[in-house]
């Protein structure tokens, strides 16, 4: 039960604010809306904090913000909230906007009438990306007329909608459009290159590209430049794609957002490494922290990708699965492996699965078979190269070993494990609650704990399975990460984190972590880091009852 957990203790909850949404001055200072929380600017340009979750904020997903004078308001991914010139955070609606409706000069509580009134005309089940007085549009390329059947389908996610006298302007993040009264859509002007971004300015309309090229509406001419992938404009400052937030001097652009943040928000797998931390990421690469508390990242070349599927250490190397090979850094230098290149330990596909220290070495898994590698070698020495039974499946999806055991998940026939001398096939039924595997954790004792795909999860003890499809502390039965820990599990879910108690067979539910959907945990003693899509958290898992009864 929940009340048996200690309380949440997150030593932070760290995330990266280079992807910019919105930016807006408020309260004395300029707020960044991001893909990391909402980051705080004095008006010269410091970083003064970022509210996050803990903050009281539904997601780190910010996607627009609008001010009311004394309320600014945030619409993000898990909901739309307000915020006093304190930045205290005051739920206002349940809904999943990515675009606000222009305040203009309404007061606080006539703008909450128009949202209120706004969200009982849209249709259901649509991503709204723009709206204006009269219209609506989506991230799917929609437009609507509110209050009328009237719809078009245009070339990209709607970013943003203009009134005209006789219809309405559109801007997608392919082109710019006008849409007259009978109906009839047409291309304005040219543009520049995409995706396109939409800002209105004291001088009007102005279209920004990909490259930092700024045309005003229906003009061909360039009319000013901002720093590259530039998604919002706001007087002097400038909110990019990937590089944070920017603010315009006499000598130029300057870049005001902090450097040496986490690598990404999407966090897929965590390791330590000589002790420090480190984290892999969907799209960005890998990063570990310094003494200083900044992070240091690795990216594309010197990693085969930037997709990373798995981490871990030998003490000397440190080697990064990822979807196009493995990299590994020797302390000195970073090389690449990988399946039709440099291959000198017979890696049998691209995608490098998992990597795991075992009793032989280290264990590098793709959808052939495994190489166990000799520990802390430069340039990487085979030991062995162990291939999967012939005809198991065509669609291996997880991989990991600890001790004498390695492991090996599919999407379709569950999982294999060799003890040293054989393979032993484990499926659905008797063993698993699913053969499709999603994640996976072992260890040198022969326990193991299978995440499937929607069919919550299958824990060993080393002699029998205990399967769990559902459970009150359950939140989700798509599992996407697991992690044993003495005497039970931790598991990541789509919809939060759980831990499973093996005694009693009691999943109890964790309390809130920077985003619900956990894709990868590393225990530490009584408490674990959780890698979500939102961020890294740190948090106790313990039951009390357990922490009490060792002391």
């Known amino acids: 039960m929940l009340t048996a957990l200690t309380a949440l203790a997150l030593a932070a909850t760290v995330t990266n604010t280079e992807t910019v949404h919105d930016v807006e001055p408020f309260g004395g200072h300029v707020v960044a809306c991001t893909e990391g929380g909402l980051e705080v600017f004095t008006p010269a340009g410091r970083s003064v904090r970022v509210l996050t979750v803990e903050d009281g904020l539904p997601s780190h997903f910010c996607r627009a913000l609008e001010s009311t004078g004394d309320r600014l308001f945030v619409a993000t991914d898990e909901g739309l909230v307000s915020l006093d010139t304190r930045f205290q955070v005051t739920p206002v609606m349940d809904v999943r906007w990515q675009a606000l409706p222009a305040a203009e000069d309404a007061s606080t509580p006539d703008y909450v009438s128009r949202l209120e009134s706004l969200a009982a005309v849209l249709a259901p089940g649509a991503t709204y990306t723009a709206f204006s007085p009269r219209f609506a549009g989506t991230a799917e390329g929609r437009l609507f007329e509110l209050g009328t059947s009237r719809a078009w389908a245009l070339p990209g ?116 490494h000589q002790g420090r931390l480190v984290v892999g990421t969907f799209d960005r690469g890998a990063c570990w922290q310094r003494d200083d508390g900044r992070w240091q990242t690795v990216r594309t070349p010197a990693l085969p990708s930037n997709q990373v599927l798995g981490i871990t250490s030998d003490g000397q190397n440190l080697y990064v699965a990822t979807t196009y090979g493995l990299g590994f850094h020797d302390g000195k230098t970073w090389t690449q492996v990988a399946y039709g290149g440099r291959n000198p ?150 919809l939060g984190a759980s831990y499973f108690d093996a005694g009693t067979g009691a999943v109890h539910a964790l309390p809130r972590l920077a985003d619900p959907r956990v894709y990868a945990v590393l225990p530490e003693g009584d408490s674990a880091f959780f890698g979500t899509e939102g961020g890294l958290s740190r948090s106790t898992w313990k039951p009390a009852s357990t922490a009490v009864s060792q002391r």
């Open 345 to 494: 330990v017979a890696l049998g596909k691209l995608s490098v699965l998992g990597a795991s220290r075992v009793l032989d070495g280290v264990a590098l898994a793709d959808g052939r078979g495994l190489s166990v590698v000799t520990p802390g070698s430069s340039p990487l020495s085979l030991v062995k190269r162990l291939p999967l039974p012939e005809g198991w499946s065509e669609h291996p999806s997880v991989a990991e070993g600890s001790g004498r055991f390695l492991w090996m998940g599919s999407e379709d026939r569950g999982l294999l494990r060799w003890d040293g001398e054989r393979w032993q096939r484990f499926h659905d039924g008797r063993d698993l609650t699913d053969n499709w595997v999603t994640a996976l954790s072992t260890d040198a004792q022969g326990r193991a704990i299978a995440g499937t795909c929607q069919d919550g999860f299958s824990y060993f003890d080393g002699a029998k399975w205990t399967r769990v499809r559902t459970a009150s502390g359950l939140p989700s039965p798509a599992i996407v990460s697991t992690a044993l820990v003495p005497g039970g599990a931790l598991v990541g879910t789509l």
């Open 157 to 272: 996610p709607v970013r943003f909608l203009s009134d005209t006298r006789d219809g309405v302007d559109v801007g997608t993040s392919e082109g710019a459009f006008s849409i007259d009264s009978g109906g009839r859509l047409a291309a304005v002007g040219s543009v520049p290159t995409g995706p396109l971004s939409f800002t209105v300015t004291k001088h009007g309309v102005r279209i920004v590209g990909s490259h930092g090229d700024v045309r005003a509406w229906g003009a061909s001419e360039e009319a000013a430049s901002v720093p590259a992938g530039a998604t919002v404009l706001n007087g002097d400052w400038v909110g990019t794609h990937a590089s944070g937030v920017f603010l315009r001097e006499a000598k130029g652009w300057r870049r005001v957002t902090p450097t040496g943040q986490l690598c990404g928000n999407h966090i897929t797998a965590l390791a330590r």
